[in-house]
């Protein structure tokens, strides 16, 4: 149980930071010229949408039993690491 509550601890932790980055990431968006603010800002949305995907894989695992808890622990994974290829890209393309 405590690997389990580690591992909720740690996901809930990564979450925030992610909203944080994204935070960050759109006010450096409003710095960019007009033409490639839509761009962005749409990929900022992709972002948002992938964080709550990320948040309601984690909603299930923090609320299933230890055994259900385990098998969603790889579908967070696969979500978490969605979030950091586009975090990466996002950012990447607003320091072009």
Do not use: C
Not at 30 to 45: E, L, M, P, S
């Amino acid at each position: 149980m405590p690997g389990r509550l580690q591992y909720i601890a740690k996901m809930d932790a990564q979450l925030k930071k992610w909203d944080a980055d994204v935070d960050e990431l759109r006010a450096q968006g409003k710095q960019i010229n007009a033409d490639a603010r839509a761009a962005y800002f749409g990929r900022i949305k992709e972002l948002r949408a992938s964080r709550d995907a990320a948040q309601k894989t984690f909603q299930a695992v923090r609320s299933a039993g230890e055994a259900a808890g385990l098998q969603l622990q790889a579908g967070m994974e696969g979500a978490w690491d969605t979030m950091i290829k586009a975090l990466e890209r996002v950012s990447a393309d607003l320091h072009k």
